[in-house]
């Protein structure tokens, strides 16, 4: 590995996001969908409660005598929007109220029997809606599932704590000790998780990986491990094909990275550096279902020259060989 860390090291850079009309839509189309798909334009979980009654209540059910602002800022509430919540709660007899000790302004605030039994049915039934929606998937489609909505929640988490924080630093370096076995470790998951492929595919990424290492020529090859604030997020892989082509392998990216321009980043560096090298061509072997890895290929002037359907990884598949010509910038 000594001679793949003989290079210098990219700096650092502070990522920043571009937001597109297309992302903009496929945000709003995804809403819309979702929404519908859990029934929140119809009366929410059978009941005449609106979606933003239940919350409340269930705020109140969770949490140790809340004040009304605790609520209010967990939920983003309009103060005047919530108080007459609050006020229909304690008419139905749901709800007490007792003074603050250290602040007069607030009331300390608690579920009555009588407003725990009116939330348990609907707490019930909230259960029983999310295994029917889970019901039809196999367990690798529900944990793919479960973990993208992981993914969501982790990047739009407190978005006002985010607008100050410092902005994520991303990195490309050349691989350590360790690296190479997490590429094929990344590949082997997140390929499993989201497209359902089997370990046959974790072991072809195994040997290329392997033969990288074995083989690797340093004059005509070169691997890139994308950090972001410091943890491994990505890698790409360059190697030599014959005199004249230079060939993209193993493009990976975590979930979490997603969005911040990485995997053209990665893509960008490979292509660089095969120009430079003096390649007259790039080739990359793809399928058909990897639509964000084609975006970034068909962005750069990578052109599909063979589409086969072939079976493979456990799965019925459609394996794509593209093309870039490198012509020497001046």
């Known amino acids: 590995m000594a001679s793949m860390t003989a290079e210098i090291i990219r700096p650092a850079v502070e990522v920043e996001v571009e937001v ?16 519908r798909r859990i029934g929140v334009l119809d009366p929410y979980l059978g009941g005449d409660m609106s979606l933003t009654d239940v919350r409340v209540l269930y705020e109140l059910a969770h949490r140790d005598t809340p004040t009304a602002s605790e609520i209010g800022k967990a939920l983003h509430l309009d103060g005047g929007y919530l108080s007459r919540i609050l006020r229909r709660f304690e008419a139905q007899g749901w709800l007490t109220r007792e003074p603050h000790a250290r602040d007069a302004r607030q009331s300390l605030m608690r579920l009555t029997e009588a407003g725990h039994q009116a939330f348990a049915p609907l707490q019930q039934r909230s259960r029983e809606e999310a295994a029917t929606l889970l019901a039809p998937l196999a367990a690798p489609e529900r944990r793919r599932l479960i973990d993208a909505m992981q993914t969501v929640r982790t990047l739009l988490e407190s ?71 410091g943890e491994r997020v ?18 990976i990216l975590a979930p979490a990275a997603r969005g911040l321009g990485l995997g053209a980043r990665l893509t960008d560096e490979c292509i660089a550096f095969a120009r430079a090298k003096g390649y007259r061509k790039m080739v990359l072997w793809t399928n058909s279902c ?41």
């Open 159 to 229: 978005p006002a704590a985010h607008a100050h924080a410092k902005p994520r630093t991303a990195l490309l370096r050349e691989p350590g000790p360790g690296d190479i076995g997490w590429v094929v470790q990344q590949h082997g998951e997140i390929y499993a998780r989201e497209y359902g492929w089997n370990s046959d595919f974790e072991a072809l990424v195994a040997d290329l990986a392997s033969r990288f290492l074995r083989k690797f020529q340093p004059a005509w090859e070169r691997c890139w491990i994308a950090e972001l604030d």
């Open 234 to 251: 990505g890698a790409v892989f360059v190697v030599r094909k014959s005199a004249t082509t230079a060939q993209l392998r193993m493009l």
């Open 290 to 330: 990897l639509s964000a890895a084609r975006r970034i290929y068909a962005a750069r002037g990578f052109q599909c020259v063979k589409s086969e359907p072939y079976e493979g990884f456990g799965q019925k598949l459609v394996g794509e060989t593209w093309e870039l010509k490198l012509q020497l910038q001046r």
């Open 20 to 35: 597109e009309v297309a992302d903009v839509k496929a945000v709003r189309q995804f809403n819309r969908f979702y929404t």
